[in-house]
């Protein structure tokens, strides 16, 4: 195990070496375009000849389409093509795990926004005004949008009472899906199922729906090949994901349908389904004309999936001394329309629920249901965000209950290398949760708030907006700890590909490294060169654009890229310097195992020969493509969810200190702070990032974010309506980066990206609470919870 | 149609445009000027942010008839093809983006902050850039990358209040 380091956050960059190699604070190779304007995003993209897509959408979250009628549309002058799901000429339905999305709407609708016909006109005006005149007549439905309710259960405070759940489903139209509405229910059963303890606490908890937000909205471009195929440059996640399905709407092959990563604003998650491209394909294909397609602001919140909402009883048993004894948990996530990745959100929030506890006795149900709600699927944190927000807050209660500090009730309870997980699986790398803590307790706490003449209204809730000079202001401090799968779990077949090149190029020694992975802002694209750098020992890495023409690299998503396509771009450089050594030993008369690759030559540390590679490869390119994979995992018993379900855990923990102006029920947080492991930080800098862009969203989600959906209606679809953090609403933090190495995880890395956004608002609520004494079960807090007006 | 002609980046354009059309409309469909981005259409992101005559201004809350016989300056027109401009060089060394949609904008905001109040404190970056969101970085080092710009455009090398 190697020794814990400490990044200090603010120390001067350190660049081993031109360019970075592992451990440098490596700079972005794309970061010189992004300051000057000049990296080409998604909706960039221009073509002389395109035409523009548009997508009409229904307005009803639950109709029965009567008819279509695109006379009028196609009449408008500069339309070339109105379609409908007539025109999807393979399958009609797609999805991430379970195919029941329509392309375009079938014979229902069942969420607001839902896409029902395409125009394709010489400018995006025409289109959007084309759209408008299409006819659909709709037998308009009464939504469901209860996810209890959607699966017959009674909601808890009525279950000793009337029913309403069942008169709702007595419906017929409230089965959504021919089987059902039950996408999964995953049962986790462990140790006694009877147990009794000293203390017991319950507590019901309500996490809201929150968007990806990212800046840059869905956007693509589809030309369409001589060879009768597709061309469709996009911002997403995966690329072969994208291109499977797009091959089964399409009925094409895969060597038809080619994909190159455009590039992409932001992720979070919201571009790992399908948006425009299915669509944008059609148009291209039936109008033999390149077409672009860009959602804006109030489409994008309708063209992705959000984060399940989830409604949570949780029940925590423990002895006098602190002990945790037993779990009982009962979550419900809403997930929309269709599964998207529900089944694995599912698997998530039932697994990874109870925290990084050791917790002997455990029952939990956790259940994603199908309504009529926007779509839910993948966002950053994925299932373990919002229980954490539930554990955590039964931790704090817990500790009340026993009269003992909350961390010391956590530290006491806290997973470490050995423990058990609640699934049955002997963690196996490091897991330093009470450390994480102990660190943050050890770190210093802000300044008191001013008073009087000092205050800074700038510093104070409501800020300038002079509501309080101190007066009700009360401080509060929490803690959290996150606890998330890293890489894909329950069996999945992960797995990434790299190809790498080595050649001299110009009398320089030029890697390059070519991989599908997308980078979406993380920083993949630095730690590829910087991996390359460091096994091939040169300074020039080329990043190749990420396409199709090589095998998949899985999704930028459950914080495993930089384990998975860096463990495969550092297997194929391997395989690449194994074939260039091998050169080497004839020309220098050495072993191969004696010899390394360092400065652009072939160096022996023993006779001191450097030959460089210009003699070695002479004209030649020395290629390797590598499918590398994590130790498999597997999937749960169906009745005990017990198993080796996850290869690898993340752990970061928070402390959040907030003022809260207990008259007008205003938050101000004052100071953030967060410890996290991350095995080896590849690159510290981004590593650093990654903790403060997660720590914003996990604030965000505990104050101010919220997709309001009514009877089936997204209430706030802007950045009017729905409010991101601002400079101003997220403080300053403190940061410690441990460094303990996964023995199983190239280079020991441990992922990174959604761990901080998991602890940070539970942190927040946490700190809320102390401040107000108030409960505070449903995220995000509003004014009114903590005013009780 | 309306004639308006306006100077972006240092060169003079001449169109016809629509009275309606909105200033980053203009920029990036007929001039090509797609460094500026579009991130909410409500003016709330300040992704488009532009100087017009000097000044930061969202440019989807300009029409580009408001912008004739203006000086526009955008994203592209700050710097040299040889060196970066000393925000941009800041933005990119203390790693102050990651997707970099903000970028633009935020680059914008800033120069016009550094303008007013070339040594900004901490609590003055933050308010002056209050317009302009970013959903990656949680904003550090987007903070430092100010207060980096400011110490390099005065010359002065010494650390301003860390915020560790």
């Not at chain 1, 709407?249 to 994909?259: F, G, T, W, Y």
Request: net charge negative.
């Amino acid at each position: 195990m190697s020794t814990p380091t400490r990044t200090p956050a603010g120390a001067p960059s350190s660049v081993g070496g031109p360019g970075g190699r592992i451990g440098d604070d490596a700079q972005r190779p794309d970061g010189v375009l992004k300051v000057r304007g000049e990296f080409a995003y998604a909706s960039d993209l221009w073509m002389d000849d395109m035409l523009w897509g548009v997508t009409l959408r229904s307005p009803h979250p639950y109709a029965r389409i009567r008819s279509v009628d695109v006379g009028p549309a196609l009449a408008v002058p500069g339309v070339h093509a109105v379609l409908t799901s007539d025109d999807v000429p393979g399958e009609k339905v797609y999805g991430l795990e379970l195919a029941d999305q329509p392309v375009l709407a079938l014979d229902v609708v069942r969420y607001q926004g839902e896409p029902v016909a395409l125009v394709a006109a010489d400018h995006p005006d025409t289109a959007r005004r084309a759209a408008a005149r299409i006819v659909v007549d709709y037998d308009v439905w009464e939504p469901v949008t209860d996810a209890r309710a959607a699966l017959g259960h009674p909601t808890w405070n009525q279950v000793h009472d009337a029913p309403a759940a069942v008169t709702e489903l007595s419906r017929e139209s409230a089965h959504l899906h021919p089987h059902g509405n039950l996408v999964r229910h995953l049962k986790v059963r462990k140790g006694d199922p009877e147990p009794t303890a000293d203390v017991v606490v319950v507590g019901e908890y309500e996490v809201g729906m929150q968007d990806q937000a990212f800046l840059g909205p869905e956007s693509g471009l589809a030309v369409p090949g001589e060879d009768g195929g597709v061309d469709l440059y996009v911002a997403t996640q995966w690329l072969h994901v994208d291109q499977r399905q797009i091959c089964s709407a399409l009925a094409m092959p895969p060597e038809k349908v080619r994909l190159t990563l455009a590039g992409v604003g932001g992720a979070f998650g919201g571009r790992e389904d399908l948006s425009m491209h299915v669509h944008a394909c059609l148009l291209a294909l039936h109008t033999g004309k390149p077409v672009k397609m860009s959602y804006n602001r109030e489409e994008s919140f309708f063209g992705h999936v959000h984060r399940h909402p989830a409604t949570m009883r949780y029940e925590h048993g423990a002895t006098r001394d602190g002990d945790l004894v037993y779990v009982k948990a009962e979550i419900f996530l809403d997930g929309g329309a269709y599964a998207s990745s529900t089944p694995a959100v599912v698997g998530n929030a039932g697994t990874m629920g109870l925290g990084p506890y050791v917790v002997p006795n455990v029952h939990v149900d956790c259940y994603g249901a199908y309504t009529n709600n926007p779509p839910c699927g993948a966002m950053r944190g994925f299932g373990s965000v919002q229980t954490a927000f539930a554990y955590e807050a039964q931790m704090d209660a817990l500790a009340a209950e026993l009269g003992m500090d909350p961390v010391e009730l956590r530290c006491r309870n806290a997973m470490e290398l050995g423990s058990e997980t609640p699934t049955g699986q002997v963690v196996d790398s490091p897991a330093p949760v009470a450390e994480l803590l102990r660190r943050l307790v050890a770190m210093p706490l802000p300044p008191e708030p001013a008073t009087g003449d000092d205050v800074d209204l700038r510093h104070m809730p409501g800020g300038v907006s002079n509501t309080t000079h101190g007066e009700g202001v009360r401080r509060g401090v929490g803690y959290a700890v996150a606890y998330k799968n890293v890489a894909f779990s329950e069996g999945f077949d992960d797995y990434s590909t790299a190809r790498v090149r080595l050649e001299v190029v110009g009398g320089e020694a030029v890697a390059t490294v070519h991989t599908a992975a997308a980078e979406v802002g993380q920083g993949l694209v630095t730690v590829e060169q910087q991996i390359a750098r460091t096994e091939l020992g040169v300074d020039a890495v080329v990043v190749h654009p990420k396409d199709t023409a090589v095998g998949s690299a899985g999704s930028s998503s459950a914080s495993r890229q930089t384990y998975v396509t860096g463990g495969a771009v550092k297997a194929a450089c391997e395989a690449v310097r194994g074939r260039v050594l091998e050169r080497a030993r004839g020309l220098v008369g050495r072993p191969a195992g004696d010899l390394r690759l360092d400065g652009g030559k072939v160096v022996s540390d023993l006779e001191g020969v450097a030959l460089p590679l210009a003699d070695v490869l002479g004209d030649d390119a020395v290629e390797e493509t590598v499918e590398w994979r994590h130790r498999p995992t597997q999937a749960l018993d169906p009745d005990t969810g017990q198993g080796f379900a996850h290869v690898q855990y993340a752990f970061s923990a928070h402390r959040a200190v907030v003022d809260v102006d207990t008259e007008l029920g205003l938050v101000k947080v004052v100071e953030m702070a967060c410890t996290q492991d991350v095995g080896k930080a590849i690159n510290p800098q981004a590593v650093v990032g990654q903790i403060q862009g997660g720590t914003a969203q996990g604030l965000g989600l505990a104050v101010m974010e919220e997709i309001l959906v009514r009877d089936g209606r997204v209430q706030n679809p802007s950045f009017t309506d729905y409010l991101i953090p601002t400079v101003l609403d997220m403080p300053p933090m403190r940061i410690e980066v441990l460094e303990y190495a996964d023995p199983h995880a190239p280079y020991g890395l441990r992922g990174v990206g959604e761990a901080p956004n998991i602890s940070s608002g539970p942190a927040v609520l946490a700190a809320i609470r102390q401040a107000t004494g108030l409960p505070l079960r449903r995220v995000p807090v509003r004014p009114e919870h903590l005013t009780g007006t | 149609m309306t004639r308006v002609s306006m100077r972006v980046d240092g060169v003079t354009y001449t169109d016809e445009v629509e009275p309606r059309t909105l200033l980053v409309h203009h920029l990036r469909e007929a001039l090509g000027k797609v460094g500026t981005v579009v991130g909410c259409d409500t003016s709330n992101c300040g992704a488009c942010t532009v100087h017009l005559d000097g000044q930061a201004v969202k440019s989807c809350t300009v029409l580009a008839v408001q912008a004739d016989g203006a000086e526009v300056t955008t994203i592209e027109g700050i710097g040299s093809t040889d060196a970066l401009h000393p925000v941009q060089k800041a933005f990119h060394e203390q790693h102050g983006l990651q997707c970099g949609f903000c970028t633009p904008g935020m680059i914008m905001a800033s120069i016009d902050l550094l303008k007013e109040n070339p040594s900004p404190s901490e609590d003055e970056v933050r308010e002056g850039i209050e317009g302009n969101l970013c959903r990656c970085t949680g904003y550090q080092n987007i903070v430092r990358a100010v207060q980096q710009a400011a110490r390099e455009m005065s010359g002065t090398s010494e650390t301003l209040g860390a915020q560790s």
